[in-house]
């Protein structure tokens, strides 16, 4: 092989970083710290106890408001327990046949958290449209009491969630947190209608909360499905500016231009970028390497790089080149 065609690799070991410099332990459960794990644990056990306090407050006091935040908590439990599943499958070591280990069951969590909240939402809509063709009667003291207790528990669970900066890096704890912020939502509304039916006796406010229970569960789920979404389709991150990228390439003396650059997200806090290099006749390719590998780690954050180096000659005619990017 040539120095003008090689094929690097970057993962932030430092070393040589002419080498392959690739360890399967990078794919390690560091990046799904002790402190999300535990926290989702708390968030389980608090949630746990609430979805049943919620659901026998329900059915005794027939409040269907009470019983959408059961149904909505019920969803939450689920959901605790596959983000846990998920950050125990991503601390699985690679294999030879997924060379990126289980990181993807975190993002596969996070799909099914916002699917299972719009299909929670729905059925909210569908049992409250029959509670207003007949709105029951509703034992308002007893429901007070219970979305009380619920609204605090939801709090402390909300608190453990956000503690730390996993809510705002990790898909699973955000869409936790979103749970929970959703059934202290619903929480906030039961107490609601629980003190319009205690003073006026109008029973349309359980329904009528339950409605808005259910919207404001779609849209916690919207940004949940739309972001998840966009890893499984490997969209660009977010904080990365591909155009801007691409440009402070071309930047690096040497460099002719850059073609084939894809960056994506693996899973939280796990973004990888490829691309091809062409390099003017007579440059140091190692020396292009270094410069490139070290300016994409401190001045986009990218430290697991795949960089393939090619000699100008290969691409004469780049304008014309259909898989050159702009």
């Not at 689920?78 to 125990?88: D, E, M, R, T």
């Not at 229970?213 to 998840?228: A, E, K, Y």
């Amino acid at each position: 092989m040539s120095d003008h065609h090689r094929h690097h690799h970057d993962h932030d070991h430092g070393g040589d970083h002419g080498r392959h410099d690739h360890h399967h332990g990078h794919f390690g459960s560091h990046h799904h710290g002790d402190g999300s794990k535990q926290s989702l644990m708390i968030a389980m056990g608090v949630t746990s106890g609430i979805l049943l306090a919620e659901l026998i407050g329900g059915f005794l006091t027939n409040s269907l408001a009470l019983l959408s935040d059961a149904a909505h908590m019920l969803s939450d439990v689920a959901a605790l327990g596959l983000s846990l599943l998920a950050i125990w499958f991503a601390g699985k070591r690679a294999t030879l046949q997924r060379t990126f280990g289980f990181y993807r069951a975190e993002v596969l969590a996070a799909l099914l958290n916002g699917v299972t909240l719009v299909l929670v939402s729905l059925f909210i809509f569908k049992e409250a449209y029959e509670r207003f063709l007949n709105p029951p009667e509703v034992q308002s003291g007893l429901m007070l009491v219970v979305a009380a207790v619920g609204l605090l528990a939801n709090l402390i669970s909300a608190w453990v969630l956000s503690r730390g900066e996993s809510h705002k890096h990790n898909l699973n704890v955000r869409g936790a947190l979103l749970h929970v912020i959703g059934d202290a939502l619903g929480s906030v509304g039961a107490i609601a209608a629980g003190l319009i039916m205690m003073n006026t006796g109008w029973y349309y406010a359980d329904p009528l909360v339950s409605v808005v229970i259910g919207i404001l569960v779609l849209l916690s789920s919207w940004r949940l499905l739309r972001d998840t979404v966009h890893v499984l389709l490997e969209g660009v991150p977010v904080e990365i500016d591909v155009k801007k990228l691409k440009k402070t390439m071309l930047e690096v003396q040497g460099v002719r231009h850059v073609h084939d650059l894809h960056v994506w997200t693996v899973s939280s806090k796990f973004i990888s970028m490829s691309g091809h290099v062409a390099i003017r006749e007579g440059v140091d390719p190692q020396l292009i390497l270094r410069e490139l590998t070290q300016m994409l780690r401190s001045r986009f954050g990218l430290s697991h790089t795949t960089i393939q180096i090619e000699a100008e000659e290969m691409h004469p005619h780049v304008e014309d080149c259909t898989h050159c990017q702009e």
